[in-house]
């Protein structure tokens, strides 16, 4: 089983570096022959994302700056002119001010609260509104990344949280909208992974200490075992599930202590 994804189509929002989860989902996904298009944040990251890249035959970068409409705008116009129509989208996209993720949730700034907004939840609906036009007729599927931070407390995530509480709705309200056009919409809810993003977070490594104590499978989990759900949730697979949010936690969610 190595060509499920072969003459499909797909775009990554959120690679930073070979850690990033959105590289892991590349990686799946190329191992089942789709081609990949990626975006990266700025000029600072360019060089990362296009040195991974050259390991993915016949993909695109293009810059995307998700508070910047009209540079959402032009990665669709160019792959329209490239790849002509689209199949999947992963958003794996999130930014909260460094400062916000410590202390006192109430703290949160209206600039912080808005940013982290901006970026982390309402960059999945206006990418996939632009994207819409090229994946009409296709029985496309569109993943994003979210975190238990979104529905329970964890201390410091704070205005993240709240974030990922408007992403999760999102998901919902985008998969009532788009399910008749056959396009199915989903998160991936992952356990905590040692990313650049989240080295952000205060007390990260706490956390990722009391998961390997606590969730039923004794153990943190991979970038991999996010890029393989990923893998599921695009993939014909997956063709009756939308709406969800899927936990790649070690199963730590079910926890009540
Ligand atoms: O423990 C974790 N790492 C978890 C991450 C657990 C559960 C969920 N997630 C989520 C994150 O919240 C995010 O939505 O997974 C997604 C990917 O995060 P990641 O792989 O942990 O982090 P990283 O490799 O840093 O990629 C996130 C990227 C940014 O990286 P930096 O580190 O430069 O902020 O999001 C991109 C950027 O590439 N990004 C933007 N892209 C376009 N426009 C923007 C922006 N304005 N801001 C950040």
Request: aromatic share 8%.
């Amino acid at each position: 089983m190595n060509n499920l994804l072969a003459g499909k189509t797909g775009i990554i929002f959120g690679v930073a570096n070979k850690r990033s989860i959105a590289w892991s989902c590349a990686q799946s996904l190329a191992s089942q022959g789709m081609r990949l298009a990626f975006t990266y944040m700025g000029e600072r990251l360019e060089r990362s994302v296009r040195e991974l890249a050259t390991e993915m035959p016949n993909s695109l970068c293009l810059p995307c700056d998700v508070t910047k409409p009209e540079q959402v705008e032009e990665v669709f116009r160019v792959l329209k002119a490239e790849f002509g129509g689209l199949d999947a989208i992963v958003h794996a996209v999130a930014f909260a001010k460094r400062e916000e993720l410590q202390g006192d949730f109430f703290h949160t700034s209206r600039e912080g609260y808005i940013i982290a907004h901006e970026i982390s939840a309402y960059s999945l609906t206006q990418i996939v509104r632009t994207a819409l036009p090229l994946m009409e007729g296709r029985d496309g599927s569109i993943v994003t990344l979210t975190y238990i931070g979104g529905e329970r407390v964890v201390p410091n995530y704070n205005v993240m949280g709240i974030a990922k509480a408007a992403l999760e709705a999102s998901v919902r309200y985008l998969a009532h909208d788009l399910g008749p056009r056959g396009i199915r919409v989903n998160a991936i809810s992952a356990g905590p992974i040692r990313t650049l993003s989240a080295s952000g977070v205060s007390g990260f490594t706490d956390i990722l200490d009391h998961i390997a104590q606590k969730a039923p499978l004794r153990r943190n989990i991979t970038a991999e075992e996010v890029g393989d759900t990923c893998l599921f949730l695009v993939s014909p697979h997956s063709r009756g599930i939308t709406g969800s949010v899927l936990y790649v936690d070690a199963g730590y969610h079910v926890m009540g202590v």
